[in-house]
Structures are given as C-alpha cells and as structure tokens.
C-alpha cells in the first residue's frame, strides 16, 4: 500500500467537520477560517513509544492519548480546540493497529470538536506529532505569567493516578482489580480540561497543565510570573484508588512528582474566588484549593504548617 | 542537559519574531494573531533521516530543507507564510548538530519571515515534522483541484536536477565538479518558489509543488480537476548542468519521475496567458509551458508530436 492511499483510506474526510474547515486533507495545504476578534493558540507535542508510552499499549488509546496530550495544552490557554495536524511514523503498515488508533483518536476528536486537516506518514519507530490549533478571544488567554502574589492556587481533579497506573503496567506496583482499572484508565486515557480552562477565562490569572508533575511544572508558573508559592501537601486532591493501593504517604509523592496528569493548575486573586466557584460549579469541574502565592521565588511545601520534603522530583525527557 | 534547556536555548526567542505573533515559545501554547479577510494554509510534513535524507547530509542543509519542502506546500496554494512548529527528534544530544541544524533553519526562516511558534524534542531515530501556516485570500488560494480542459500547463524552474544532485551524492552518477555543486546543491536546498505562487493568486487555475516527480505529482492535479494532460517532454525546462552530466535522454527522465525539485507545475486558461506573463516576468520568476490541460483523464507524454514512453514512475515512501 502506497502512502497515498494510506492518508486516503484513514485520514482524509475522517472524524468531525468543522464548518470551519474550507477545504480538509488531500491538497498541498489544509485551507481554515480563522474565527473573528481571537487569536490563535498553537501547540505541538511528540508522542513516542519508548519514550511517552508502551510498546503493549493497545493502539486505541494511543490514539486518544496522542491528542489528549496536546488538546490540554489548549485546555490549560483557555482556548477552544479547532484544527489539528498529524505525522505518524509507523515500522510497518499494520492495518489492524492503524484502524484501531484511529478510532482513539476521532473518538477523542469528536468529544472536542477538532478537525485533522492535514498529516504524514514516513516509516521508522513508532511516534506521532500533533501540532493543534485552537481559538481564544487575545484578552482571555491564560499564560503561565500572570499569578500575584496573594493568588491562590488551585488544581482540576484527582493528582497523582496516572503515574501509579504506569507504575501498575510496568509491574512496580499492583492494586485491586477495580482500582486497577481506573488507574491505568487514568494514565492511558487523561482527561484534557477543556471546559475547565475555557471556563477559567476572566477569573484565573495564570494556569498550566500538569505533564510533568506539580512541583516540576508549577516551577514555569513561578518563573513566568517572577513569584513564590506555598503547596499544602495534605490538601492536594487524591482518588481513592490512589489511597486504597498505596497509602496516603506514597500517595501524596505520587501526586507531587507522578506526571502525566493532565489536569490543569491555575491561580485565582482573592477578589474572583466567588467568580470561580459560580463558573466552575456551574461547568461542573471538580477543583481544590492547594496553595498560595508567595512574594518569594520558591517553592514551599507544607504538610500540616510544617515543611514537607519530597523523595524524588518532575519526570524529565532526555 | 535538559529538555527545556535545549528548547531554550536553540528555539525560544530564535529566528525571525513577526508582529503577529502575541505570545511566543515558552508556554503551554503560543498565540498568533490571523489577518483580517484571509483564511489559514496549513501543511505538514515529515523529515526523517534515512527515507527522507541521507546521514552525512550536512546539519544546515537538514535544517534548510526541513523548512523549504513545508514552504514548497504554502507557495503551491500561493499562500504567504507566517508560523510553524518543529517536532524534533534525536538520537543524542549533540550540541554541534543542533547549532548548524538551527543555523539552516533561522537561514530560511529568515528569508521567508516565517517564526517559529511552538516544538517539541524526543529522543529517538533522527526526524523532523514541521507544520507550517500561511494566510492567504480564500478565493485566491490555488488547489490542486481547478484546472480547465485547454489551459496551458507550466512549471517554474528547471526539473530533474534534485534527483540526479542525490544520484551523485549516492555513488551512482558522476558530474564536472561545477555541476557537482549545482545539482547538490539543488538537492540539499531546493527553492521553496514562494513569490511565483504568490504571483499566481487569481492568474493559475491549480497548482501544486512537484516533490514525487512531475508524472506522479501532475496525476493529483488531474484527478482533483477530472481532466487530462498532454505533456511535451521536448519542452520540459532542463538545466545545463543535468544536460552536460548525463545528456538529454536521460536528463528528460529525470525531470519526468527524479521529485524533490520543489518547483511548481500550475495550469492557467488562455485568456490569462497575458497577465500570467506580466506577473510572472515582474515576480522576475522564470517558468515554461510544458503541455495543456485535455478533456480525457489520461496523463499523454509526447515527444515531437511523437508519444513518449517513460522508463520509471514517481518516487513513494512505503
């Protein structure tokens, strides 16, 4: 089968159609219509097996993770998803596997609304690159450099599953059956927040999302910004599956420095509390209030008012 | 050294910063301002050593033409080019690749005033998928998909030298060292043709860039227009260099099926030969009529008034 037809039979007129889109896959360039009064959020991750996930994960949810990965960058902007593109290198073409991705990623697509205009496919180790686009109105946009000193700081969700169900799937660790379940479910399908960050529009003055675990990526906010933060450990938000198959002492490492969450973290000002709690409660986002924003330039961390020291730090490449 | 330093210090604030650009590299995602009545052009392609270069190709050429084959796809909508992303992939760290790669890289980047907006970098085989988005007017963008029975056919440039460029840097083929250079040359750093396919806007019924060879890539044009061709091979525009090197017989086999010229082949009705000649003569753009557009579905080679019979197809990946 010759690259042509590959692209042809899995990628061109699959998934959702934006209005949008003004002309899809299949010309030298995909041709989209930018929507009025918003800029446009661009973004690009790798997803390669090795490195980002199992050669044993099942294709289907290597399809969902790959864009799930990149769509809570959007997520973490305040931006709506819009357009993607995609660059699969594969060993060999294996129908089987490539059927199954698929239906990952448009289920995922379909959720969010996001049009693939445009890909390549090029043989050699198995790895994906999205590049997404997404749309947010200039002054809404959420960057890592807007928290002040006095912010609050809040996570979406549960912290620390993912990394306990790669730590399941790798044989480090075990659980019960339906815990085991969720927490691999955890790792291998994340929840990109996109209503969430869309909801955080107005009211969060800074926000990312959690890739490589809360005391690595909370480090760019605090650069970004050119501020500190207290993180009180005993407040961070932990599933019970979490607790049940480790403990809370591990528990709380894993939420710290697990990775791979894909929540999202966000600082609020005293004065929008209200605000974020009407927004969020009315989009039905779960979030905990872990921390607050210090004059400093470090990272405290607080168990009980006391100073808590970690035992390892953020999931790094290379 | 560490992920973020590496993106740090080669990508983040590198290259040519566009005014459209609201927030560059170092967040989650970055922000870019579209222009007013244009729609976005989107392509995205797939660099990888060993399918798509050779290992000892120089690091700035790889990084030359990383880029040019991505602007190749927007000059063939005759879009003009703003943003891009760079997934790069790397087996190790070497800090003497990565400066040459980003110095070929910023060259172009430069020349075209297109910035670079977001990336990613994994440790793996050698690889870089670029995407690329350029603006252009909706009704003036060129596809692939417009050509009318009787419109002349053209391409820019001279055809074939990319292909005989990488038959000598393979062994296979021999050239006078001022060839030698040529012909390498024009395969290490092929001529994303820009200007010609801006020139293009409202004059050129479709377009698309020649990266497989003209008998393969023209079969697109075709099939997206549902016409035929006639192709006089006697007309097609053959360097002196690919000529003196391997003779003329040979030299017209290389332009029919050699791909990586990254010229433009564009078909234009009679009644816009004049403004095609205007345009094109001040864009100082030079382009030959290689056949006209028939009303059956086949692509007919001719040689003399003679039909011609090529020896080889286009080149495809898998």
Chains 1, 2 share one sequence.
Not at 17 to 27: F, T
Not at 268 to 296: C, E, F, M, W
């Amino acid at each position: 089968m010759k690259e042509f037809q590959i692209i042809e039979q899995y990628f061109a007129g699959q998934g959702p159609m934006r209005k949008d889109v003004v002309l899809g896959v299949g010309d030298d360039c995909a041709l989209v219509q930018p929507a009025d009064d918003k800029v446009i959020a661009i973004s690009c991750d790798t997803f390669a097996e090795g490195t980002h996930f199992l050669s044993d994960m099942p294709a289907a949810d290597v399809g969902f993770k790959s864009l799930a990965v990149n769509l809570s960058d959007l997520a973490s902007m305040g931006a709506e998803p819009a357009w993607m593109t995609l660059a699969l290198t594969l060993p060999e073409i294996d129908e089987s596997w490539l059927k199954q991705y698929c239906e990952g990623l448009y289920e995922i697509a379909e959720y969010y609304n996001i049009s693939l205009v445009g890909g390549d496919t090029t043989r050699g180790a198995r790895s994906i690159t999205i590049t997404v686009n997404g749309q947010v109105p200039e002054s809404m946009a959420l960057t890592r450099g807007g928290a002040g000193v006095g912010d609050w700081v809040y996570v979406t969700g549960t912290l620390g599953d993912s990394a306990l169900g790669l730590d399941i799937l790798l044989g480090n660790r075990d659980a019960e059956s339906e815990n085991k379940e969720y927490l691999i479910g955890r790792h291998y399908r994340p929840t990109p927040r996109m209503l969430a960050g869309q909801s955080l529009r107005g009211i969060a003055s800074s926000a990312i999302d959690l890739s490589d675990g809360l005391i690595s990526d909370i480090q760019h906010v605090l650069k970004s910004s050119e501020v500190g933060a207290i993180i009180n450990v005993d407040q961070l938000p932990l599933s019970k599956a979490l607790i049940s198959s480790v403990g809370q002492e591990q528990a709380i490492e894993y939420a710290l420095a697990g990775g791979e969450d894909y929540e999202l973290l966000f600082t609020v000002p005293d004065a929008k509390v209200g605000a974020l709690t009407a927004s969020l409660n009315y989009a039905g986002v779960n979030y905990t209030r872990v921390g607050q924003i210090t004059a400093g330039r470090d990272l405290e961390l607080s168990f009980d008012g006391r100073t808590y020291v970690p035992q390892q730090n953020g999931f790094k490449h290379f």
